[in-house]
């Protein structure tokens, strides 16, 4: 299994230019992205599902869900209020 760390610090590198280079192309395609989330589930007991190293950047926007404390947890209506 692989996860974020398990990296070379060229892969960190790697990761880290796409994804401003993501971010980037994201908001320059849509203005009412304002934030974002970034998430690595690393382990299974930490909800890695898939077992090799991926990220995943999450564009958001003001009024997306109801309150955003918390970040990803409330992305899905109703799932992340416990």
Request: aromatic share 4%.
């Amino acid at each position: 299994m692989i996860d974020c760390f398990g990296l070379v610090p060229a892969e960190v590198n790697a990761i880290n230019q796409l994804m401003a280079e993501q971010r980037a192309l994201l908001q320059s395609e849509d203005k009412s992205i304002e934030a974002f989330n970034i998430g690595m589930n690393c382990g299974e007991v930490a909800g890695q599902t898939i077992f090799h190293c991926h990220v995943h950047l999450i564009p958001r926007r003001t009024g997306d869900v109801e309150s955003p404390r918390g970040g990803v947890r409330h992305i899905i209506p109703g799932k992340g209020h416990y």
